[in-house]
């Protein structure tokens, strides 16, 4: 079978044996935002040309959104392998996209997946989950399947002040600095909230005592710190890209968490297990 | 006399009587920015030509900031007249600028503000300010001198989301919304922090909950609750731009904080006063 990876800017594809181990790969920028309206079949099959005769195809991600080949309508929580299988939607024969899951928290306001549930659930662990990244996924496993999660805009708010605001405009490309990460960290649990702390980006610069090379890692730390703070977990499960995996763990050892990495292929494990599900639909 | 308020974006002229009421006024898109290195002198003349033999000629704000016409260095608090007109440069016979007020918070970060001293100074009144903005000031007086302030990015970072983030991208233009303003208020007392509470502009929009055109005002919301929250004032003094006072004066109302308007025109009282200063050190 094809396990896919379909986000916003890229794309994954994993050529799977009967067992589950990945014996090909192949990634393009061909991310959703770049396909045109009803082109999703012809990039999809110029992307697998050599496995074309491989089924079934299972894919997860922001192809399944409102903006992808077809929306797949959010499963709400709690939400495992046999609620998620149930709403997979066939795109073309043997083709199918994975739904995103959904929940309220207690205040009754909605967050949103799309891709990391397959990540979360392929790790087949329960306990709290943190995948770092634009938009990052704090998700609660309970009994196989997650129970609620929630989002922070860390990753996506760190890239707009770098680019776009005050802070940016003092900023010097430097390689990350661990000291001035650590600084950010520290200073997320001091009085005054994270727009006062924001602040001091520009005054410890304006002052001589922060560099412009290491502005944007003092920035990076301040946010994580905020971030890890608001859920204030005695330990968590990281899951996400090494470099910022690495990032978050610093962060949540200097704030007393412990931390366990997961490798990153629990995705590929949880898609071929909804594909082997499927097969056992169609026999059934 | 002339009061000269010279921002980042805009410069303000006015002229005083001998007893320090308004007598004409000249504003211009010609801040800071916009002047060619040594060319504030030539863009100051040009703005006050029908009044050029007033003097002295006081200013505050960015123009004494290291990319004005000269760097007049922070004064630290606790700073009041006294130490204000004591750190004044003169730029040219009888143009003075006025420095800039420095503090550091309880854990020993910097904060810096220019121009603000000079319209809280302006009020005569001891007491919280608030004055909302770009970079919001919050600004205790205390036996008529600045005893400690701190500042919040609340302005820069709704602007740079709503511009730059994936929240404006669902966003319509609409006309400011009460409702949706009080619901951001509200939201941000409840838990997860600010960095999730931002996503849940997107979802509550993704979920049908929000309209497009009232998400700027959610977010608008959001910030103002989370940055009046930090600070936490039984009760406070409102002084800036009238729409923006009155949003704030709305969120601190809904979080059970009396507030108190100041007219704006304080800056002008206080350049007045600084310019009386100076003539006092002149004659003696």
Redesign the interface.
Known sequence: MIAIDWGTTSFRAYRLDSAGAIVATRSAPKGILSVPAGGFAAVLDEQIRPWKEERPIVMSGMVGSRQGWVEAPYVPCPAGFPEIAAAMREVRKGTWVVPGV?CR???G????MRGEETQVLGAERDGLFCLPGT?SKWVEVRAGRIARF?????G??YA??K????LGRMMEEGKANARAFRDGVE?SG???????H???VR??G??G?LDAAAASSYLSGL?IG??I??VRPPSFLLLGEPSLAELYGEAAAALGCETERLDATSGTRALFRLGVMLRGKEES
Chains 1, 2 share one sequence.
């Open positions: 959904s928290d207690d205040c306001v909605p967050d949103v938009h929630s989002t922070a805009m860390t996506e708010v707009v002040l680019s776009h605001s005050i200073r001091e009085p005054g909230g994270l727009l006062h924001l602040f001091g005054t410890k304006l002052m005592e946010l905020h971030e703070r608001s």
